[in-house]
């Protein structure tokens, strides 16, 4: 089975861009979530996705937003991008088993904001 | 908040056994997960507990003890490959909160 793969893997934009990653999970997952990685703050949950739907939300402006197709493929969007936003945002797609969560990480997109 | 506490650094040798721990806040709590990340990779999942004791994976265990809010990773007959961090994670519902990461150093 193929794994989580995201575009792009490394993007570079100036500030107050916008931007658009894209994630497809495996194949029969139906969960997608979105994660933000950096060295200060770590793996922060950004949301999740299940069957087109948002689920559930993390702590982060309202310029960050998502969608999830009906092929479970989802994007992230960011607007009016700031230094800050520089870091590694990662997708996870998840299995869901009586319970039982399993994680699925993508590779990752490397964001620079200059 | 949700948040999970973990120890910024281990160091061991190869061939040792090595444990690291994390404590997590119980509202909401359903399950308590591990990963590992190696420097410029992504998360690749190890192991999940939703009930108490022990689980084993090859040469990796994880055990929760719910009482306790307090979990732990431990990794046997360490080897090289093995430096990496490693990361708990608090399944709350949907949301999976993750501790800060515990970066393990395996010396020769």
């Known amino acids: 089975k193929a794994g989580v793969t995201q575009t792009p893997r490394y993007l570079i934009k100036t500030r107050g861009q916008q931007v658009t990653l894209s994630c497809s999970p495996i194949?029969?997952?139906?969960?997608v979530s979105w994660y933000q990685q950096t060295p200060g703050q770590g793996l922060q949950f950004l949301f999740e996705?299940?069957?087109?739907?948002?689920?559930n939300k993390g702590n982060f402006p309202g310029r960050f937003s998502g969608r999830q197709f009906s092929n479970s493929r989802s994007e992230m969007n960011v607007s009016t991008l700031e230094l800050g936003d520089s870091a590694l945002y990662l997708c996870a797609s998840s299995l869901e088993l009586a319970g039982h969560y399993e994680q699925y990480f993508g590779p990752g997109t490397r964001l620079t904001v200059t | 908040g949700q948040s999970l506490e973990q120890p910024s650094e281990v160091t061991a040798v190869e061939g040792a056994i090595v444990q690291i721990n994390c404590t997590y806040q119980?509202?909401?709590?359903?399950?308590l997960s591990w990963y590992q990340q190696h420097d410029g990779g992504a998360p690749t999942f190890l192991s999940y507990n939703a009930l108490d004791g022990l689980e084993e994976t090859g040469r990796f265990s994880s055990f929760l003890s719910r009482s306790d809010s307090y979990g732990y990773l431990l990794l046997q007959e360490l080897q090289m490959k093995d430096s990496a961090s490693y990361f708990c994670a608090g399944n709350y519902g949907q949301n999976f909160v993750f501790g800060p990461g515990t970066r393990l150093s395996v010396l020769p």
């Open positions: 996705y299940f069957s087109e739907t948002q689920r």
């Open positions: 194949s029969g997952h139906r969960s």
């Open positions: 119980t509202s909401g709590f359903y399950g």
